[in-house]
């Protein structure tokens, strides 16, 4: 008999946290059969296989700092249930293909790993411990980014080269903001910044800004016909400020303590929706109109699609898409 417990996760990034584990006999395991029976896994700074099931006497998981190897894995466990929960409750999607399993993750990988990666082959998400193994890249945003990829590549199935990489990219800052924000977690309040936590560059800057994605120093703010020739990541830039855009609308605004100000190519002001609709616009882009081969164009003819279907063609959720898009150059 397994059952299912309520344990504590001292996470590095996102507090103290509640994690579904399993008990069996007189361990616990971070297995969550609430949702689909997500696993987390310790890879021991090895690069292959699965790894060790996290496993231990007591239902209390981390302390908060790297030295104690069930941190990150507290982390990955509350990204994979907040992101599991965010579409569950959000779009009513039972699991990364919709039919209610759950993926796995794995911790700890390599050493000094800086990245993280979702691979379809192995329906799973590893993380890797940053920089002298001091940052696991296992923050919130990181976690719900790289899981929508396997969303993306259950539905559009985006190519990940020219503007659809950049689309799907900026598909997985979407979502991962939206599994942030839904978090409500005072420990890691939702933003517009993507690895905020994760002291990627050494310099405590975020990875990408979806106000103005330009300060990131690669980022493209507005569409033009080189973008796709772009790294995916930089690409990426014109629908994540899409995305702000069409949420927040143009110009100086603070959202939970940050400061924004996002500009449009031809000056014009756009007016938010408020990103619970943006998120509904896009995620029925995404799975009703967007295909592997989606450019920029494409995105405003299947994100204005999406608006009709949701909210109506004289909406002013239509008009705020027309005007978000013409706010980044995409006509």
């Excluded at 001091?134 to 993306?152: C, R």
């Excluded at 400020?241 to 400061?259: I, M, P, Q, R, W």
Aim: hydrophobic content about 25%; glycine content about 14%.
């Amino acid at each position: 008999y397994q059952g299912i417990e309520t344990g504590v996760g001292n996470t590095q990034y996102s507090g103290k946290v509640d994690l579904t584990t399993a008990q069996s006999g007189s361990s616990y395991t971070l297995t969550d059969d609430s949702r689909g029976g997500h696993k987390t896994y310790n890879l021991d700074h090895q690069q292959d296989g699965t790894g060790t099931l996290l496993s231990q006497d007591n239902d209390t998981w981390g302390d908060g700092t790297t030295s104690n190897a069930a941190t990150a894995a507290a982390d990955a466990a509350y990204g994979a249930q907040e992101t599991w929960d965010f579409y569950k409750n959000t779009f009513g999607r039972s699991g990364i293909k919709n039919d209610g399993v759950g993926a796995y993750s794995r911790v700890h990988y390599g050493d000094s790993y800086v990245n993280a990666f979702w691979d379809d082959s192995c329906f799973c998400m590893t993380y890797g411990d940053g920089t002298g193994n001091n940052d696991p890249l296992t923050a919130l945003d990181v976690a719900g980014h790289e899981m929508s990829h396997g969303v993306t590549s259950n539905t559009a199935g985006l190519e990940y080269s020219g503007e659809s990489g950049g689309l799907n990219e900026a598909t997985s800052d979407i979502f991962g903001t939206g599994v942030e924000f839904y978090a409500n977690n005072s420990s890691d309040p939702g933003d517009y910044l993507i690895g905020e936590k994760i002291n990627i560059n050494g310099d405590g800057k975020p990875l990408r800004y979806m106000d103005k994605p330009s300060k990131d120093g690669g980022s493209a703010d507005y569409w033009s016909s080189s973008v796709g020739d772009q790294d995916v990541h930089y690409s990426s830039g014109v629908a994540n400020h899409f995305f702000y855009l069409l949420s927040e609308g143009s110009g100086a605004k603070t959202v939970n303590g940050v400061d924004y100000d996002s500009p449009t190519k031809d000056g014009s002001t756009v007016t938010g929706i408020g990103r619970d609709k943006a998120l509904q616009i896009w995620y029925k882009a995404l799975t009703s109109y967007f295909t592997s081969t989606t450019n920029y164009a494409d995105a405003r003819k299947g994100t204005l699609s999406a608006a009709t279907d949701l909210y109506g063609a004289d909406s002013a959720e239509y008009k705020a898409v027309e005007a978000a898009w013409t706010g980044v150059d995409v006509h």
